[in-house]
């Protein structure tokens, strides 16, 4: 929801149709911050450093947030094209749309960033999902973003998160295990994102993680951050 018009459709609540975000006509604005964008053009050592938590907290909903850093590699996925979870992994579990035929569409070109077997039924699939489509962003800003990561620095982008776990209910399909999908709901960083998918380059991504929000129990929410470290770190090393 934004400034109260829904913004994204999300997964059905029953947790056994397919994981879900499509973008509605109503996404249309960024919430980027001005207090702040200074000190977001750097990484923040801390999920708190100058007050960007309490920044961004007075946009959302009063809830629960878990805040997490980040750090992802971004790579922009266009739906129906190479790379497409909707029509890649999703298909393979759930199968086609029984009544349109078709994969789901989620209305919005998007980032993968990272994906890794949890355990022999779970598989983490993390995505991060503009608010507006990079066709909008400003193509000055974002070659500045790839000059300034060219040197070196890793700029910070802000998101508000949910956790689902979805899994079919019955079939037999190609693949059937639980998928997690993490998603990132990108207020600030726009540019950011699509520099880094352009260069190759890595971003750190603020992640307000809402708890009791998703299709996950909040037990799931809490043990996130380390286990993807875990399973990140995992899988650089080889093991």
Known sequence: MVDGEPSFELSFWCGTCAFLFRRLETARQTLSLESVQERLTGALADPDDGGVIDAFGALLPEGEYLPVLLRVEPRLV?????????SGEQVATWGLDQFWGLP???????????????DASTHLYEFVVPMVPPTWNARERVEEYVELMGRGTVPTAVAVSTLDVCEPASGLPADHYRHWGLTHFLLDGHHKLEAAATAGRPVQLLSLLALGEGLAESEDCARLPTLRTQLRSARATGT
Request: overall charge negative.
């Open 78 to 86: 266009v739906p129906g094209q190479e790379g497409d979870y909707f």
């Open 104 to 118: 789901e569409y989620p209305h919005t070109p998007y980032y993968r960033t990272f994906e890794t077997a949890v």
